[in-house]
T-cell receptor, first 109, second 116 residues
Framework: GQNIDQPTEMTATEGAIVQINCTYQTSGFNGLFWYQQHAGEAPTFLSYNVLDGLEEKGRFSSFLSRSKGYSYLLLKELQMKDSASYLCAAMDSNYQLIWGAGTKLIIKP | ETGVTQTPRHLVMGMTNKKSLKCEQHLGHNAMYWYKQSAKKPLELMFVYNFKEQTENNSVPSRFSPECPNSSHLFLHLHTLQPEDSALYLC???????????????FGEGSRLTVL
């Protein structure tokens, strides 16, 4: 079956760095996506990785290892506004997104 | 303003009611989606429309009926729902191409549905 695993909840301190991990098992693979969802709001697209390596976009970076079925989202210089759920999704061979249940990130002052 | 607008934002209905959720996208996208989001569960894809044609129906019960009159509008008609159907229903759109474009979804704020 197809599956995405990510931690349910993480806590970090303002100004610090946090890494949210995601492992995936899909029938075929066409890329890995990260979304951010603040409480009561719509998910918003953060990143897309299809090749191995690190993609950096400001304070956020996303990494992919296709051979390990593994990705992480790295958030630097954490701000209180980064408190949100982070959704990992892998695209399978049918171009369908397989979603994880999300990681709730709590930022403390 | 996200470019995808959903109404109503909140809906309470009895099991015998008929109601509809509406979604409109102003982004010129070709694909539109209905997702169900329940607490602590992955997003569940319900329906997909590409160029107004339904391309996915993920074993959704017939009490949920989608309608896509044009590429900018999407409806979800609700009839004789069950309490376990209470959830956040999210509409999304994308360019509908392959891989990167198809996976970059633009979501509406969602319709919070409570079935009594």
């Amino acid at each position: 079956g197809q599956n995405i695993d990510q931690p349910t909840e993480m806590t970090a301190t303002e100004g610090a760095i946090v890494q949210i991990n995601c492992t995936y098992q899909t029938s075929g693979f066409n890329g890995l996506f990260w979304y951010q969802q603040h409480a009561g709001e719509a998910p918003t697209f953060l990143s897309y990785n299809v090749l191995d390596g690190l993609e950096e976009k400001g304070r956020f970076s996303s990494f992919l290892s296709r051979s390990k079925g593994y990705s992480y989202l790295l958030l630097k210089e954490l701000q209180m506004k980064d408190s949100a759920s982070y959704l990992c999704a892998a695209m399978d061979s049918n171009y369908q997104l397989i979603w994880g249940a999300g990681t709730k990130l709590i930022i403390k002052p | 303003e996200t470019g995808v607008t959903q109404t109503p934002r909140h809906l309470v209905m009895g099991m015998t009611n008929k109601k509809s959720l509406k979604c409109e996208q102003h982004l010129g996208h070709n694909a539109m989606y209905w997702y169900k989001q329940s607490a602590k569960k992955p997003l569940e894809l319900m329906f997909v429309y590409n160029f107004k044609e339904q391309t996915e129906n993920n074993s959704v019960p017939s009490r949920f009926s989608p309608e896509c009159p044009n590429s900018s509008h999407l409806f979800l008609h609700l009839h004789t729902l069950q309490p376990e159907d209470s959830a956040l229903y999210l509409c999304a759109s994308s360019h509908g191409g392959l891989a990167g474009e198809a996976g970059e979804l633009f979501f509406g704020e969602g319709s919070r549905l409570t079935v009594l």
